[in-house]
C-alpha cells in the first residue's frame, strides 16, 4: 500500500471481486420467487392447408394467443423471449416442431398480453403429412436474468388438429 | 505514508467497499431495482477510492523517524566485511 498505483490497483481488484459476488447473489434471489404464468391459444382459422410446388406440405393459421407472463419477471430479469411452437409426428421425424410465433418482452407490463394473428413464421413439413394430423401448440419462453443463468420453460396444449384434405 | 497508515488505508478500503456491497444488494431487493443496487455500489466504490487512494496527510501521523545526518557522523560507518568461501569437497 505504499504508492498510488498499488493502492488503485488494490482497490480496483477488490470492488471486482466484491461486484461478482454482488451479482451472485441477486442471481441466487431468483430462486425465491413464485412463478405461475398461464396461458391459451386458440385456432380462430386454418386459413390454407396446401401442397407446396416441392412436394412439403404447408398450413397458414390465424392464432389467438393469450397469456400472462408477469410472474416470471423479478428485479433480475432483463427480458422474457416467448414462443409459439407447433409440435407433432411424422413418419421421417419422431418429433416436429415448427416455430409459429414469437416475441420480446421486455418488462413486466408487456407481459400479459391477447394477440390474434397469422403466424408470423411459415408452417411447413418436411414431407406430405399434415393432413388430419394431430398437433400441440407449445408457448415455450427463455426468461433472460440481468446476471445469471437462462431460465427456459414451457406449457403444453395438445389437442389441436388440421383438417383432412388441402383447402 | 508510513506503515499504520497503509494498514489502516487497506482495511478501510475493505470494509468500505463490503460495507457498501451489502447495502447495495438488500437496498436493490428490497426496492426491486437492479439499477439502484447498481448505482449504491457505483457510489461506494467512488467514495472509497476519494477515501483510501490518494495519500491524506491523516495517513501520515506515524511517521519513520530516520536517524538525523549529524548524529550520524559522529558514529563509526559500518564496515563491508568480506565473506568466506568454504569449497565443497
Not at chain 1, 39 to 53: D, H, P, T
Request: hydrophobic residues 45%; aromatic residues 12%.
Amino acid at each position: 500500500m505504499h504508492s498510488f498505483g498499488y493502492r488503485a490497483n488494490a482497490l480496483l481488484t477488490f470492488s471486482v471481486t466484491a461486484l461478482a459476488f454482488i451479482c451472485a447473489i441477486a442471481s441466487f434471489s431468483d430462486k425465491f420467487s413464485n412463478q405461475n404464468p398461464s396461458a391459451e391459444i386458440q385456432i380462430l382459422n386454418i386459413n390454407r392447408l396446401k401442397k407446396q410446388s416441392y412436394g412439403n406440405d404447408e398450413v397458414s393459421l390465424t392464432l389467438d394467443i393469450s397469456a400472462d407472463l408477469q410472474s416470471l419477471f423479478t428485479w433480475n430479469t432483463k427480458q422474457v423471449f416467448a414462443f409459439v411452437a407447433a409440435e407433432y409426428e411424422s413418419p421421417m421425424n419422431s418429433l416436429n416442431q415448427v416455430s409459429l410465433w414469437d416475441v420480446i418482452i421486455p418488462d413486466k407490463e408487456h407481459a400479459k398480453f391477447r394477440i390474434q394473428t397469422s403466424n408470423k413464421y411459415r408452417f411447413i413439413d418436411q414431407g406430405h403429412n399434415l393432413r388430419g394430423k394431430e398437433f400441440n401448440l407449445t408457448l415455450h419462453w427463455h426468461v433472460m436474468p440481468k446476471t445469471g443463468k437462462m431460465l427456459a420453460d414451457k406449457i403444453v396444449m395438445p389437442g389441436y388438429s388440421l383438417p383432412d384434405a388441402y383447402k | 505514508m508510513d506503515w499504520q497508515g497503509q494498514k489502516v488505508v487497506e482495511q478501510l478500503m475493505q470494509i468500505l467497499l463490503v460495507i457498501s456491497g451489502v447495502v447495495a444488494v438488500v437496498v436493490g431487493y428490497a426496492t426491486e431495482s437492479f439499477r439502484t443496487m447498481m448505482l449504491i455500489y457505483a457510489g461506494g466504490v467512488v467514495l472509497a477510492t476519494l477515501v483510501t487512494v490518494p495519500n491524506w496527510p491523516f495517513y501520515n501521523r506515524h511517521p519513520l523517524e530516520w536517524l538525523d545526518p549529524s548524529e550520524a557522523e559522529k558514529h563509526a560507518k559500518p564496515q563491508v566485511v568480506a565473506k568466506k568461501r568454504f569449497s565443497k569437497k
